[in-house]
């Protein structure tokens, strides 16, 4: 059974930062692309940013293009999402997001995603 696990939310003023880590495990485990999503209250969950590991290519949204930071180490089936800058708009559920395959064009799609985690809250203060 594949488990993805957050950690690293939390509350934090405007401008703060704030590091969230992703553990993904179990056996058949083995992912593409590994994303991190979020979703505030009333909100559609949106696409944050992407790590495709063939390539080590990134991926961001618009809106945290510059502030946050994708990285991991596909070995150890980690994924971290450095924030820095943080608004009070940044403020959500985030979660971790594995699929086994990549495409052009669906790589931000919630639903084209295998697994994922239970999400873990940030908060931004203003």
């Known amino acids: 059974q594949v488990r993805l696990v957050e950690s690293g939310g939390g509350l934090v003023q405007a401008g703060g930062s704030l590091r969230l880590s992703c553990a993904a495990s179990?056996?058949?485990?083995?992912?593409?692309?590994m994303s991190w999503f979020r979703q505030a209250p009333g909100k559609e969950r949106e696409f944050v940013a992407g790590?495709?590991?063939?390539?080590?290519?990134?991926y961001y949204a618009d809106s945290v293009q510059g502030r946050f930071t994708i990285s991991g180490d596909n070995a150890k089936n980690m994924v971290y999402l450095q924030m820095n800058s943080l608004k009070p708009e940044d403020t959500a559920v985030y979660y971790c997001?594995?699929?086994?395959?990549?495409?052009?064009?669906?790589?931000?799609?919630?639903?084209?995603?295998?697994?994922w985690g239970q999400g873990t809250q940030v908060t931004v203060s203003s």
């Open positions: 997001a594995g699929r086994r395959t990549y495409t052009a064009t669906t790589y931000a799609y919630a639903p084209a995603y295998d697994h």
């Open positions: 179990g056996r058949t485990f083995s992912s593409a692309v």
């Open positions: 790590i495709r590991w063939t390539g080590v290519i990134t």
